[in-house]
């Protein structure tokens, strides 16, 4: 272990840019402190003793086999696992010092702050502007210009501005698959939550529609903070600040991204990472 | 070493195609049965009615004359029918199908309702008739009038149109629902603002068809007791009333002691008809309206 962090230092020094990042690093505040999380599905044991500190602004990337707790892990973050029948849930979820999995906890200022963008693209079947204009409308925004406002905004922020800012009343299905999770991105931001979970947001898309979410996930980092669930490594790698391994329900490792991908402690990580299996 | 014997699959393959012919003739046959009779039945009513249906037979009132009866009455009354049955089917049974499928707690007990609605819908018509003589006329002392006509109707298809909302309900994808979750809408949000809208099709395909059996029911209408021969018109919910397939029955009965009745019921059944047909054309409109694709 101590082995490890001296190879870390020694990799800082020689990257100035990295000095800086870390530096930075230390200034961020936790978003979501989580302890000693467990989570069952009726019997199964999907999640178990979970401790993990997420920071603001930073991109955290989750990876591990399927069925290893991933998904489930970042959708008790704004408790949309709730939805599922028989779940139960023990540990704490501080989210700016609050345990949201407190029963007086409202789910609904929640998920106001922390949006959500899903596996599969999943616009309502409604104009592209009705899209983006139901969260707000939903929380009691009704004049007409700041909703304008707040689409256009939306769109711009998700990169999506310019290919629908002419058809902006037409069908949402319309679009490509890509444009679409863009879409979705745009009405998860039209909120103005502070956190973005996004759950394997690229595996229904082609590389070159992945490519343009990754390049956005790079702009909006800089004012939210984001969890990405991905299937795809050189995804992780590419887009994240750190990196979770989950196996099994546990968190086998959480690191700064580099050091998962260049030298994990564990060698169940390495295991994966070089697809030995998974 | 080969698993499929060339020569087997040969010799079979004449039997094979064989079969696939005579059973497709068989399902042809199967629906030539129906239309037979469906064909026979307009053709009749038809050729007997169509000559007897003109203006003043539309508009005009009761008469033991052939030649004077009007069933204006009628249309009337199957019309305040659906006044009361239209509205009350609608909420009460859309209502039932969203608190079963959104917000009751699924288990044995969510199940046992849910089998029972189901069973409620075959139960026979003639039961819900005596339901009503019992529940309405008599002791809630409403009388043979509209309101106790329309509630014994509504009872009546009330579980078509929960069944029928709920599956609709149910075919709403999840992904849209967790997408307004998602984003901190209410339940009531999510369900006035994506999954109603999403299940309104299917829940007008069985409003549809439950409307189609409340306004061709007898049974349950002389049970409660709905007079065939009644001259004034019917002007609230309160008032005596008498309906089309009510007319068409008694005058049908009615017919060995004038023959020219079997040609005024001909006549009214084409009415009848055309009163569902209406119905329908303007559920499937709004249906097509909202149609959405996802």
Same mark, same amino acid.
Request: some cysteine.
């Given at each position: ?12 020094? !020689?990257? @100035? #840019? ?12 936790? *978003? %979501? =402190?989580?302890? $000693? ?62 345990? !949201?999995? @407190? #029963? ?12 959500? *963008? %899903? =596996?599969?693209? $999943? ?156 | ?294």
């Amino acid at each position: 272990m101590s082995a490890l962090s001296e190879n870390q230092k020694i990799r800082v020094k !020689i990257n @100035d #840019k990295e000095v800086n990042e870390s530096a930075a690093s230390e200034e961020k505040r936790a *978003v %979501f =402190q989580t302890k $000693n999380l467990n989570l069952w599905y009726s019997e199964t044991h999907a999640l178990k003793d979970i401790n993990l500190e997420i920071k603001e602004n930073e991109v955290t990337a989750v990876i591990g086999p399927s069925g290893c707790g991933k998904s489930t892990y970042i959708k008790t973050l704004n408790r949309m696992v709730e939805l599922v029948p028989g779940v139960r849930i023990t540990g704490e979820i501080k989210y700016k010092d609050k345990n !949201i999995l @407190d #029963k007086d906890f409202s789910v609904e200022e929640l998920r106001t702050q922390v949006g959500m *963008v %899903f =596996q599969k693209p $999943n616009p309502f079947p409604k104009s592209i502007y009705e899209n983006i204009a139901y969260g707000p409308k939903i929380h009691g925004i009704k004049n007409k210009k700041i909703l304008d406002e707040i689409v256009e905004k939306s769109l711009r922020g998700a990169s999506i501005w310019d290919e629908v800012k002419d058809r902006l009343h037409e069908n949402a299905y319309g679009l490509s698959g890509g444009q679409q999770q863009r879409l979705c991105i745009a009405r998860c931001l039209a909120v103005e939550p502070e956190v973005i979970l996004m759950d394997e947001p690229t595996s229904a898309l082609d590389p070159k529609s992945t490519l343009r979410i990754e390049e956005l996930v790079q702009e909006l980092r800089k004012d939210y903070s984001i969890i990405i669930v991905t299937h795809n490594m050189q995804q992780a790698a590419r887009i994240s600040d750190k990196t979770a391994f989950f196996l099994n329900g546990e968190v086998v490792e959480f690191d700064d991204t580099d050091k998962i991908f260049t030298n994990p402690s564990d060698q169940r990580t390495e295991d994966y990472i070089s697809g030995r299996f998974g | 070493m080969k698993h499929i014997d060339e020569s087997v699959v040969q010799r079979r393959m004449k039997s094979r195609i064989r079969n696939n012919m005579i059973l497709k003739q068989v399902f042809f046959v199967a629906t030539l049965f129906g239309l037979f009779f469906l064909a026979v039945l307009l053709i009749r009513v038809f050729s007997q009615g169509i000559s007897w249906i003109n203006w003043d037979f539309i508009t005009g009132r009761l008469s033991t004359d052939p030649d004077r009866a009007g069933i204006m009455g009628a249309i009337l009354g199957t019309s305040w029918l659906m006044l009361v049955v239209i509205p009350v089917t609608f909420i009460v049974g859309v209502g039932t199908a969203i608190y079963l499928e959104l917000y009751a707690k699924q288990g044995k007990f969510h199940n046992f309702i849910a089998t029972n609605i189901s069973n409620l819908a075959g139960v026979p018509s003639i039961v819900y008739g005596l339901l009503g003589l019992t529940l309405f006329v008599r002791t809630m002392k409403f009388g043979n009038v509209v309101l106790a006509g329309g509630l014994t109707l509504s009872l009546l298809v009330l579980p078509i149109v929960i069944v029928a909302a709920q599956e609709a309900i149910r075919a709403v994808p999840q992904h849209l629902s967790e997408a307004s979750y998602g984003m901190g809408a209410t339940k009531w949000q999510t369900v006035k603002k994506i999954i109603l809208p999403a299940a309104l099709p299917g829940i007008l395909t069985g409003a549809i068809l439950a409307l189609s059996r409340a306004i061709g029911e007898t049974a349950p209408l002389t049970v409660l007791g709905i007079p065939a021969l009644l001259i004034p018109f019917p002007g609230s919910l309160f008032d005596t009333f008498t309906a089309l397939p009510m007319q068409i029955y008694y005058w049908t009965l009615d017919s060995s002691l004038v023959a020219e009745y079997a040609y005024l019921a001909a006549a009214t059944i084409i009415v009848l008809l055309v009163l569902l047909f209406l119905l329908n054309s303007i559920a499937i409109f709004i249906r097509n309206r909202f149609q959405q694709r996802y």
